[in-house]
């Protein structure tokens, strides 16, 4: 089956700088990887996803970059901002004509230093 | 606004106890995934159903778990009996057929004591 490995576990930066977030996936039939944010005592919330027949897709402060040949894809974003601390996790599917099972990543904290 | 529903959204319970849990998909969408989220193993998937059908629960103790979805509004998580070690906030989340995005609720954090 497929697996995800995420990292860093955490990450803190200064408010106004970049954060990066790393995944790997193992299985190359995965197409669809979604990115959540999940805050504390709610639901993973999806802010953005990318197929595998894009290389990149950006939304306001964040982006995320694919690479199908490595098999690794990033979350970017830029001048963050305290609301930004969360866990963030990242995720790979088959993707398709409907919704698949997600694998997840461990999960990265990231804390934003006002 | 549609959102998935949970509930409960807290139990705390005895081991041995039966727990029902309970889950509304966003209206329209044909697809339910159940997750189990702690701190040792993450987001793992327990069971997910298409049109009402189980497709997949792999990834759930069959000895005492058990999934369903009465009607297309309802998909319910049964364990029975629990134990301490299924502490965990359980989480529902549901799919639009044609699409891949899952939209997630807002869990039901389970303590057997």
């Known amino acids: 089956g497929e697996n995800v490995e995420q990292h860093p576990s955490t990450l803190s930066v200064q408010e106004g700088d970049s954060a990066v977030i790393k995944c790997t996936y193992s299985?190359?039939?995965?197409?669809?990887f979604p990115w959540y944010k999940q805050e504390l005592g709610k639901g993973p919330q999806l802010i953005i996803d990318?197929?595998?027949?894009?290389g990149e897709k950006k939304d306001q402060r964040i982006a995320v970059t694919l690479n199908k040949t490595a098999k690794h894809f990033s979350l970017h974003i830029t001048e963050t901002q305290p609301e930004d601390s969360a866990v963030y996790f990242c995720?790979?599917?088959?993707?398709?004509?409907?919704?698949?099972?997600?694998?997840f990543g461990k999960g990265t904290k990231l804390s934003v230093i006002p | 606004d549609a959102r998935v529903t949970q509930t409960p959204r807290d139990k705390v319970t005895e081991m041995g106890q039966e727990v029902t849990m309970r889950c509304q998909p966003i209206?329209?969408?044909?697809?339910v995934f159940w997750y189990r989220q702690t701190m040792m193993q993450g987001l793992e998937l327990l069971a997910y159903?298409?049109?009402?059908?189980?497709?997949?629960d792999s990834g759930m103790p069959k000895d005492r778990f058990s999934a369903e979805m009465p009607d297309a509004t309802l998909a319910t998580l049964k364990i029975q009996p629990s134990e301490p070690r299924d502490s965990a906030v359980y989480f529902c989340?549901?799919?639009?057929?044609?699409?891949?995005?899952?939209?997630f609720g807002p869990g039901t954090r389970l303590t057997v004591l």
């Open positions: 299985d190359s039939a995965s197409n669809y």
């Open positions: 209206l329209g969408h044909n697809t």
């Open positions: 159903f298409r049109n009402r059908a189980p497709l997949d």
């Open positions: 989340a549901s799919g639009l057929a044609g699409g891949n995005e899952q939209f």
């Open positions: 995720a790979a599917s088959l993707g398709g004509a409907g919704s698949y099972q997600l694998t």
């Open positions: 990318i197929r595998s027949n894009v």
